[in-house]
C-alpha cells in the first residue's frame, strides 16, 4: 500500500485561503491579506515553524482580542532618520512590511533609516522582509525580542531571562542577495515545538534542565520545572550568544522604553528594531555590489571539508527552496496538513479541495 507523503498546494491559493480565514476570525482585508502573505513567505522560504503552522495561533489571538483585526499604528517619536513606532497589538506582519518602506523611505533621503516597533503581534521570520529593502539597493539589518517572554539563559544559568531573539540582515549583490536569518539561542522555541510533536530529539543539546544540564531532550521544554533554551554557543562558547541577547535587547527594549517590567506576562507582543542603509551614500551601489560579490565568491571557492556538501552563501538555501517549491507548490507535511484540516473546521473556511493539491507517494 502507498503511503501518503507530503502534501503539495501552490503558494497563491495557500494565502488565498489563509486570508479568508483570517478575515473570518476579524482582520480587515488589507490586514489579513498582509498577514497570509507573509505566513506562506516563510513556507515558501523553508521557514515551517513561522509559516501556516503558526496559522491557528494568529487565528486564535485575533479571536480574543490579543491582536488587533484593524487600524494603524502611532508614530510616538521621531527625526531625520529616526522614528518610533507604537503598533498597539496590531500584527507585526502587517506592521513591519509598512516599516521596512518607512526605513527605506528614510535612507533615500539620509542615508540611513532606522524604524522601532514596539508592541507588534506575531512578526514571524524576519527573513520574509528582507527583499524589500534589497529590492530597493539597500542594506537591511533586523533584531527582535519579546518583553512578555522568558525562555533562553543567561550563559552560566539554569533560569532564563532573554527571549529567543532573531537577528537577520538582508544584502544586495551580484547574483543572489545574502539573507541571513538566525536565533541568537541555540535553536528557536518553534523548533523545540516541532521536535516534541515529532517524537524527536534534538539535533544538538540546546535545552538546560532545572538541574542545570545540557540535553537534546525536547520534551524537558515542556515539563516542570521545565527545561529553558541555552544561548548561542552553547555549554561551552555561549557567552558570546550572551552577549548577542542583551544587545539585541538593549537596542529593542531599551532603545522602546518598553521593557520586561512594562508588559504583561505571557502576552507575546513584540518589539522590533530595523535599519537600512543605502550603499550608494559611500559610492556607486554597482561598485558595493562587485564588493560583495566578491566576498561571497570567496566563500564559495573555499575548500569544502566534505566536497558532497559545498560552502553555502547565507540564504542560498532557502532562495532554492522557495524557487522549487514555486514550481512545484509548497510542500506541507501529514502532521502540518491536519493541523490546516483543524484550523478549516473551527473557522468555517473550506481548504482547497483535492483538484487543487497533489499528494506525494512512495
Excluded at 83 to 107: E, H, T
Excluded at 171 to 182: A, E, G, N
Aim: proline letters at 6%.
Amino acid at each position: 500500500m502507498s503511503e501518503q507523503k507530503n502534501i503539495y498546494l501552490a503558494a497563491a491559493q495557500a494565502a488565498n485561503w489563509a486570508a479568508q480565514c483570517l478575515q473570518k476570525a476579524g482582520a480587515a482585508p488589507a490586514i489579513a491579506e498582509a498577514m497570509a502573505h507573509h505566513l506562506v513567505a516563510a513556507d515558501l522560504l523553508g521557514f515551517r515553524t513561522h509559516g501556516l503552522m503558526r496559522l491557528g495561533y494568529n487565528i486564535r489571538c485575533l479571536q480574543q482580542g490579543e491582536t488587533r483585526g484593524n487600524g494603524e499604528h502611532v508614530v510616538e517619536h521621531q527625526r531625520a532618520a529616526l522614528q518610533l513606532w507604537d503598533a498597539n497589538y496590531l500584527s507585526g506582519l502587517y506592521v513591519v512590511p509598512k516599516a521596512v518602506n518607512a526605513a527605506i523611505s528614510m535612507a533615500q533621503q539620509c542615508g540611513t533609516g532606522t524604524v522601532v516597533i514596539k508592541r507588534a503581534q506575531h512578526v514571524a521570520a524576519l527573513a520574509v522582509y528582507l527583499e524589500q529593502a534589497i529590492a530597493a539597493g539597500m542594506l537591511i539589518q533586523m533584531m527582535c525580542a519579546t518583553p512578555g517572554q522568558q525562555a533562553v539563559a543567561p550563559h552560566g544559568a539554569k533560569s532564563a531571562w532573554f527571549s529567543p531573539n532573531p537577528f537577520a540582515i538582508g544584502v544586495p549583490t551580484q547574483s543572489q542577495p545574502i539573507l541571513l536569518d538566525i536565533s541568537l539561542s541555540m535553536t528557536a522555541a518553534g523548533k523545540v515545538r516541532q521536535a516534541i510533536a515529532e517524537g524527536q530529539p534534538l539535533p544538538y543539546p540546546a535545552l538546560i534542565t532545572a538541574a542545570g544540564d545540557y540535553t537534546t531532550d525536547a520534551a524537558t521544554f515542556m515539563t516542570e520545572p521545565a527545561s529553558v533554551l541555552a544561548p548561542l554557543g552553547g555549554r561551552d562558547l555561549g557567552y558570546k550568544g550572551s552577549g548577542l541577547c542583551l544587545f539585541s535587547e538593549i537596542w529593542t527594549l531599551a532603545l522602546s522604553q518598553f521593557g520586561r517590567h512594562q508588559e504583561e506576562p505571557n502576552i507575546a507582543a513584540n518589539t522590533v528594531w530595523l535599519q537600512v542603509i543605502d550603499p550608494s551614500t559611500f559610492g556607486s551601489l554597482e561598485a558595493f555590489q562587485a564588493q560583495t560579490q566578491a566576498l561571497v565568491d570567496g566563500m564559495k571557492a573555499a575548500t569544502p571539508i566534505t566536497p558532497a556538501h559545498p560552502v553555502r552563501v547565507p540564504g542560498e538555501g532557502a532562495l532554492a527552496t522557495r524557487a522549487q517549491q514555486l514550481q512545484q507548490g509548497i510542500a506541507y507535511s501529514p502532521a502540518l496538513w491536519r493541523q490546516l484540516m483543524k484550523v478549516a473546521q473551527q473557522i468555517q473556511v473550506p481548504l482547497p479541495t483535492s483538484q487543487n493539491l497533489r499528494a506525494e507517494v512512495e
